[in-house]
């Protein structure tokens, strides 16, 4: 199942919502995130990066920044590992930092 973020668009923040696909390794620990209460949000930046975040009780749990394109998935499963290890929720693989 993709991953399901909210997006803010300029110029005044309105809301929709993107799904980006990924393994099912990364999808399924971003399925765990959000059970624990993590909500996943990005946005395109006018220094063309996109920021992605996983907001958590009223903070950012985990941050990532990159160039808008061929990085962004790469990005987005460093993000899920980020916060998964933040909340404690095991990740079998790949870079976690």
């Keep these: 199942m993709p991953i399901e973020f909210t997006q803010?668009?300029?110029p005044d923040g309105r809301r929709t919502m993107?799904?980006?696909?990924?393994s099912?390794?990364?999808?399924?620990?971003?399925?765990?995130i959000v059970a624990a209460?993590?909500?996943f949000e990005c946005e395109h930046l006018t220094t063309d990066h996109?920021?992605?975040?996983v907001a958590y009780l009223g903070d950012d749990l985990a941050?990532?920044?990159?160039?808008?394109g061929p990085e962004?998935?790469?990005?987005?499963?460093?993000?899920?590992?980020?916060?998964?290890k933040k909340l404690n929720i095991p990740v079998t693989t790949g870079e976690t930092e």
């Design 37 to 39: 209460g993590g909500r």
């Design 8 to 10: 803010y668009l300029r």
């Design 24 to 32: 099912p390794e990364i999808e399924a620990l971003a399925d765990k």
């Design 50 to 53: 996109a920021s992605f975040t």
């Design 72 to 84: 962004v998935p790469a990005a987005v499963d460093r993000l899920v590992r980020k916060a998964a």
């Design 63 to 68: 941050i990532e920044v990159c160039k808008n």
């Design 18 to 22: 993107v799904d980006i696909d990924r």
